[in-house]
């Protein structure tokens, strides 16, 4: 397993359906059913094969009758196709060659292979010599098919039609034993009338109710996946929850492109009308605001909207990488022309932002995210953005700043003094102020200022001078980037860099003794990732405000 940080998805976990596809659309069933009901079948087949080779090899050897199970081949042939045909199917439902839906077709053939089997080691020399006088429902009784049957369809959802057909070859198995074995005088030949009583009409009737067993589970399964559209998109895996809600992986139903969705849960944005209304004119903003950035450096926003369950949902790319939170901490602060490298990109995404007038308000190295694109290494994408200006808000800052439980909005570790202290109005440079605490934590994998408490790192980023990042690590930082990033990380917002445009073009003129490049950061991603696939990443998403 490859894991980023807190990587949400693995790729070998289960089976994935190839891109543009969904194993589930063509039986019917979301693709997670499918993988459980494959599942379902290893503990089917591992636990037949146990108690076949407990109850019959075991059992008779322990006997001492284990050579007389091996007289005739109507002896051990039936439970040695089930042993074997249990542990085939076992192989190939552990195996990645078949996929969900393909297991759950070959689990329908085991069944009836099963089922043949079943009458054929239960009737085998049962009736020889039975008078057909005597042969009544309660010397018969039901054979075990009709469990097995029942079983089976309840715990390996598929196709009605797929198992009305299954079903239907199962049923047939004790009368066409029967028949068989009274050809050949191993039971008494009855009249038609008695034998579709004894032999027929029950497992018709088994066969009925196993049938409305299968659709009832398989219009279970269409429901979930009827839950799982969102407008265009389908929703595949869920590989993640938070407080807001749950993040999945989804596919657009017309095209092959992947996406991540995040649904985010009604109930905790109030159950009053007033509330509601607000927070869906809130989700509806951010929404726009983000699918209006277009540099390529924003993450991308693809759609929004709200489920049949009154749920908000965003739709948006999946990233494939690290954020810079982990990235850090799993291999330590990065080299100064690695941080100036990524700084440039960081500052592309917040100048056009800054240019319409949107301020983030919430950077930090989480909400970076470096990745692969194409064949682009060390690619620079900002996440969660949505939070706009008084000016374009239409609602004043001190509104927005505090959340309804109270909290103030954003990260201590990498909070503005003037947003700590709740001044009304704020600009880019608020986030300039943020991004100097992000190139600190790169250089030198520590927050501006370490402290036991939210409070106190608050009241730190209001009032106390930090340290030169050169003297809290032990790699080279030019002396240009050290002077720049405590201009960030000045008080008053005047002394930083006006704006990200500004704070770009300084960063591209410090020298450095060896520049990053594309060649070095592939070489870096092949040295420290070697197994790395590049598989898709959720994005974090914007939180509704408020």
């Given at each position: 397993m490859t894991r980023y940080g807190d990587r949400l998805l693995t790729r070998g976990d289960d089976w994935q359906a190839p891109a543009g596809r969904c194993d589930g659309s063509k039986s019917g069933l979301p693709l997670s059913l499918l993988q459980q009901s494959s599942r379902r079948l290893q503990i089917v087949c591992a636990t037949a094969a146990v108690l076949l080779a407990m109850s019959w090899l075991g059992a008779n050897w322990v006997e001492g009758d284990l050579a007389t199970e091996f007289q005739t081949p109507l002896q051990w042939a039936p439970p040695t196709i089930m042993l074997s045909a249990s542990l085939v199917v076992l192989i190939l439902a552990r195996s990645r060659w078949l996929s969900p839906s393909a297991i759950v077709r070959v689990g329908l053939v085991y069944m009836v292979v099963f089922s043949f089997c079943i009458p054929l080691s239960q009737y085998y020399n049962a009736f020889v010599g039975v008078d057909p006088l005597y042969l009544s429902r309660d010397l018969v009784g039901v054979s075990a098919v009709a469990v097995w049957m029942l079983f089976f369809v309840v715990l390996v959802p598929s196709k009605p039609r797929s198992a009305l057909i299954a079903l239907t070859l199962s049923g047939s198995a004790v009368p066409v034993t029967i028949a068989l074995l009274a050809?050949?005088?191993?039971?008494?030949?009855?009249?038609?009338?008695?034998?579709?009583?004894?032999?027929?009409?029950?497992?018709?009737?088994?066969?009925?109710?196993?049938?409305?067993?299968?659709?009832?589970?398989?219009?279970?399964?269409?429901?979930?996946?009827?839950?799982?559209?969102?407008?265009?998109?389908?929703?595949?895996?869920?590989?993640?929850?938070?407080?807001?809600?749950?993040?999945?992986?989804?596919?657009?139903?017309?095209?092959?492109?992947?996406?991540?969705?995040?649904l985010i849960r009604r109930d905790l944005v109030g159950s009053e009308l007033g509330a509601v209304q607000r927070a869906l004119a809130r989700f509806e903003r951010e929404a726009q605001v983000t699918a209006s950035l277009e540099s390529p450096h924003t993450v991308h926003l693809y759609d929004y909207g709200i489920s049949d369950d009154g749920n908000f949902y965003y739709v948006m790319e999946l990233l494939d990488g690290v954020d810079l939170e982990s990235l850090v901490s799993d291999c330590g602060p990065l080299a100064a022309e690695r941080v100036v490298y990524i700084l440039r990109q960081a500052c592309l995404s917040l100048s056009e932002a800054h240019r319409r007038d949107l301020v983030h308000r919430d950077i930090k190295p989480s909400n970076i995210f470096l990745c692969r694109r194409a064949f682009e290494y060390d690619f620079v994408k900002v996440l969660d953005f949505g939070l706009v200006k008084p000016s374009s808000a239409g609602e004043p800052l001190s509104e927005k700043r505090v959340t309804e439980t109270g909290a103030v909005a954003g990260t201590p570790d990498f909070m503005p003094p003037e947003l700590a202290v709740g001044e009304e109005t704020i600009d880019g440079r608020s986030d300039i102020y943020s991004l100097g605490c992000v190139a600190y934590w790169l250089l030198t994998g520590q927050r501006v200022f370490e402290k036991d408490t939210s409070i106190a790192t608050i009241i730190a980023h209001i009032n106390a001078a930090p340290e030169a990042p050169s003297t809290r690590t032990e790699m080279p930082i030019p002396v240009e980037l050290d002077s720049l990033v405590l201009a960030c990380l000045s008080k008053d917002p005047s002394d930083r860099p006006g704006t990200a445009d500004l704070l770009e073009r300084a960063l591209s003129e410090i020298a450095t003794e060896t520049p990053w490049n594309q060649q070095r950061a592939a070489e870096w991603w092949r040295l420290h990732y070697p197994s790395v696939s590049f598989e898709s990443h959720p994005v974090r998403f914007p939180e509704p405000r408020g």
């Amino acid at each position: 397993m490859t894991r980023y940080g807190d990587r949400l998805l693995t790729r070998g976990d289960d089976w994935q359906a190839p891109a543009g596809r969904c194993d589930g659309s063509k039986s019917g069933l979301p693709l997670s059913l499918l993988q459980q009901s494959s599942r379902r079948l290893q503990i089917v087949c591992a636990t037949a094969a146990v108690l076949l080779a407990m109850s019959w090899l075991g059992a008779n050897w322990v006997e001492g009758d284990l050579a007389t199970e091996f007289q005739t081949p109507l002896q051990w042939a039936p439970p040695t196709i089930m042993l074997s045909a249990s542990l085939v199917v076992l192989i190939l439902a552990r195996s990645r060659w078949l996929s969900p839906s393909a297991i759950v077709r070959v689990g329908l053939v085991y069944m009836v292979v099963f089922s043949f089997c079943i009458p054929l080691s239960q009737y085998y020399n049962a009736f020889v010599g039975v008078d057909p006088l005597y042969l009544s429902r309660d010397l018969v009784g039901v054979s075990a098919v009709a469990v097995w049957m029942l079983f089976f369809v309840v715990l390996v959802p598929s196709k009605p039609r797929s198992a009305l057909i299954a079903l239907t070859l199962s049923g047939s198995a004790v009368p066409v034993t029967i028949a068989l074995l009274a050809r050949y005088g191993n039971a008494p030949k009855l009249p038609f009338g008695d034998f579709a009583g004894l032999f027929i009409v029950p497992y018709v009737f088994v066969v009925l109710m196993s049938y409305v067993a299968a659709r009832i589970i398989y219009g279970l399964g269409t429901d979930i996946r009827r839950a799982r559209e969102l407008g265009s998109y389908y929703l595949l895996d869920l590989i993640g929850r938070g407080g807001m809600g749950e993040v999945w992986r989804a596919k657009h139903n017309m095209l092959a492109r992947p996406a991540a969705i995040k649904l985010i849960r009604r109930d905790l944005v109030g159950s009053e009308l007033g509330a509601v209304q607000r927070a869906l004119a809130r989700f509806e903003r951010e929404a726009q605001v983000t699918a209006s950035l277009e540099s390529p450096h924003t993450v991308h926003l693809y759609d929004y909207g709200i489920s049949d369950d009154g749920n908000f949902y965003y739709v948006m790319e999946l990233l494939d990488g690290v954020d810079l939170e982990s990235l850090v901490s799993d291999c330590g602060p990065l080299a100064a022309e690695r941080v100036v490298y990524i700084l440039r990109q960081a500052c592309l995404s917040l100048s056009e932002a800054h240019r319409r007038d949107l301020v983030h308000r919430d950077i930090k190295p989480s909400n970076i995210f470096l990745c692969r694109r194409a064949f682009e290494y060390d690619f620079v994408k900002v996440l969660d953005f949505g939070l706009v200006k008084p000016s374009s808000a239409g609602e004043p800052l001190s509104e927005k700043r505090v959340t309804e439980t109270g909290a103030v909005a954003g990260t201590p570790d990498f909070m503005p003094p003037e947003l700590a202290v709740g001044e009304e109005t704020i600009d880019g440079r608020s986030d300039i102020y943020s991004l100097g605490c992000v190139a600190y934590w790169l250089l030198t994998g520590q927050r501006v200022f370490e402290k036991d408490t939210s409070i106190a790192t608050i009241i730190a980023h209001i009032n106390a001078a930090p340290e030169a990042p050169s003297t809290r690590t032990e790699m080279p930082i030019p002396v240009e980037l050290d002077s720049l990033v405590l201009a960030c990380l000045s008080k008053d917002p005047s002394d930083r860099p006006g704006t990200a445009d500004l704070l770009e073009r300084a960063l591209s003129e410090i020298a450095t003794e060896t520049p990053w490049n594309q060649q070095r950061a592939a070489e870096w991603w092949r040295l420290h990732y070697p197994s790395v696939s590049f598989e898709s990443h959720p994005v974090r998403f914007p939180e509704p405000r408020g």
